[in-house]
């Protein structure tokens, strides 16, 4: 537990001036819904993969390393998170894409977290979305969503049958 405290201080001190894409929302609430979703929705009970689902943004969109995850958190949890960072020497739809090729390869951990990650941001879309976001490109990235969850390892059928029921919802 105390692992899965420290994980969820460091994100909220990485990520407290960001706002999610709604323009309102702390971004430290996203990286918490992922870890709740693998707990409550997956079941997951691995305090390294919780731990990492609460970092899972803060190589990308802060200024921490992998390195500094290491450290804090030990070597597995910087390989999950090092997984699931898009390379931002990339264009944006270079990114995306490498999303969708690179899922098969995904370790079972760094999967658990990418499918939790997706729900919880269709959810945001589904409930409130991003004020400068029309219909349209809100079911372009659920349908980039799907096409990623649709190339990962089958892991978890309850995450990906909740993944599929959101993404149905919305249709």
């Known amino acids: 537990m105390n692992l899965i405290l420290k994980a969820t201080e460091f994100s909220a001190l990485k990520h407290q001036n960001q706002k999610r894409k709604d323009g309102k929302t702390p971004y430290v609430i996203h990286?918490?819904?992922?870890?709740?979703?693998l707990s409550e929705i997956g079941g997951i009970d691995d305090e390294e993969i919780l731990s990492a689902a609460l970092l899972h943004d803060t190589i990308e969109d802060t200024d921490a390393t992998a390195d500094e995850i290491d450290r804090e958190f030990g070597s597995r949890i910087r390989s999950i998170v090092e997984e699931l960072t898009d390379n931002k020497e990339l264009?944006?739809?270079?990114?995306?894409?490498?999303?969708?090729?690179?899922?098969?390869?995904?370790?079972?951990?760094?999967?658990?977290?990418?499918?939790?990650?997706?729900?919880?941001?269709?959810?945001?879309?589904?409930?409130?979305?991003?004020?400068?976001?029309?219909?349209?490109?809100?079911?372009?990235?659920i349908d980039w969503a799907e096409s990623v969850i649709n190339r990962c390892p089958k892991v978890n059928m309850k995450l990906e049958e909740h993944f599929y029921n959101l993404v149905n919802s919305y249709h």
Request: hydrophobic share 35%; net charge negative.
């Open 91 to 141: 264009s944006y739809s270079e990114r995306k894409q490498f999303q969708i090729d690179h899922a098969p390869n995904l370790s079972k951990e760094a999967t658990l977290v990418k499918i939790a990650d997706k729900i919880s941001n269709v959810t945001d879309l589904i409930d409130e979305k991003p004020t400068d976001w029309d219909d349209a490109r809100c079911k372009e990235y």
């Open 31 to 37: 990286p918490i819904s992922v870890a709740m979703i």
